[in-house]
Structures are given as C-alpha cells and as structure tokens.
C-alpha cells in the first residue's frame, strides 16, 4: 500500500520540509498525501496542509500505512522525536530534493531530509534524521551521526566525521578529515581546521571551543 507522509514539526523548517517533499511526490507518486503532525501548533491546517496530532486516532492506527520524516531544527529535539517515533514503532521515509546529486554509493538511513542543491559524495554515510540543508556539500567517506543537522551553504570535506546530534551553522567549512564529536555546535561561517571534541560550541576562524554547549539550544 502507498503510504501517507507527515512531517513532524510545522513551523518555517517544516514548510521547506513541505516544499520539498511536494516536488518529491510530484514526481515519484510514493506517498498517497503529505500533512503535519504537530503536538503544540494551536492549527488544524496550515501552509496548504492539515496539521495532526501524534495522539490523533488517524495517526495512532494508521501508523502501518504512515512515513515521518523530522522537520525541527534543533538536534535536541530531532533526537527526542526520533525516540518517540521509534517508541511507537512508526517508520520513518526519506526527502530529498530533485535537484541534490547523490552518490550511488552514498548510503542515507531512514528520516534523512536534504533540501535543494546539496552535494553528497562518494560513500559518504547519513546516519537516521540528519537533515542537510540547501546548497550543503557532503564530502566523499564522510560520516555523519543521527540527528545531526548540517546548514546551509556548509561544506564538509572529505572523510570527515560529525558526531550525533551536533549542528554545523551556515556557511561554515571543514577541512577534510576532521572529527567533529557528538552534541556540539559548530557556529555559522567558521572555520574547522581540527578536531572539535564532544558537547561544546566551537566559533570562529579557526573555530575555537568557547564554551561548553550544556543546554543543548542553538536557537535561543
């Protein structure tokens, strides 16, 4: 049976999730309709969509014929929703814009999105919810941990590594082979040069560890 798509989260990253898999489903005919779901938006439709509750009946008995993807900005809270739909037992699909190049031998896992014109390169490894967004490159052998969330215009060299749950901000470079750890953010337009250890924001050209990242909020 073709499944239904929602989209956990309808705020503005979720309306470009939107976009994006509407473009997707133009051409592919995969999913039988795209909606929201959304545990705290005071709506019941919104962007063109019907806005669902995770609770709602439809949701919770339908979960069979039902694809997610996650469209929060914040590693936290990707993570906390990725729990939950495993906890559910709820599949999670994939977006991915029309216009990215995607290698044949990149490997993306469930609940990956990539917005427009993202490069993701020879055995490069998406782990399950990372989102990477517009005009993002993805170097060859790099891997990148769950719930990651890599910005716009961000370019991540080759065999690199970026650790679960972290955030790169936009337009910020990697040098290749570079490890970033787990739960750290990585502020917009700096420069990585090395190694950037776990649970910590890291600024600046080249980026520096400036202060632990205890609260886990890039969006404050």
């Known amino acids: 049976m ?7 989260g309808a705020g503005g990253f979720g309306k470009e999730v ?3 898999a509407r473009r997707q489903n133009a051409a592919t005919g995969q999913w039988t309709d795209i909606a929201f779901v959304d545990d705290v938006c005071p709506e019941r439709a919104h962007y063109g969509a019907a806005v669902l509750r995770f609770d709602d009946p439809e ?6 014929e039902i694809e997610f993807v996650i469209a929060v900005g914040e590693p936290a809270g990707r993570e906390k929703l990725a729990q939950k739909l495993r906890e559910a037992g709820a599949r999670s699909g994939k977006v991915i814009d029309g216009s990215t ?7 993306l896992a469930d ?16 782990g ?14 790099v891997e990148v941990g769950e719930n990651t969330v890599i910005s716009s215009q961000v370019n991540v060299g080759g065999a690199s590594t970026i650790g679960a749950g972290s955030y790169i901000g936009m337009g910020a470079l990697v040098k ?3 490890r970033i750890g787990s739960n750290s953010i990585i502020g917009m337009g700096s420069v990585v040069y090395g190694d950037i250890p776990d649970d910590v924001i890291a600024l600046g050209n080249p980026a520096r560890v400036a202060r632990p990242n205890s609260d886990r909020k890039v969006f404050k």
């Open 2 to 8: 073709i499944p239904k798509l929602l989209i956990y």
């Open 18 to 20: 939107m976009d994006v």
């Open 59 to 64: 949701v919770r008995e339908g979960l069979r």
């Open 101 to 107: 190049l995607v290698a044949d031998t990149a490997r």
């Open 111 to 126: 609940g990956v999105v990539i917005t427009p014109f993202c490069s993701i390169s020879s055995d490069a490894v998406l």
């Open 128 to 141: 399950a919810h990372v989102c990477v967004n517009t005009m993002a490159i993805v170097g060859h052998d």
């Open 176 to 178: 290749e082979g570079v």
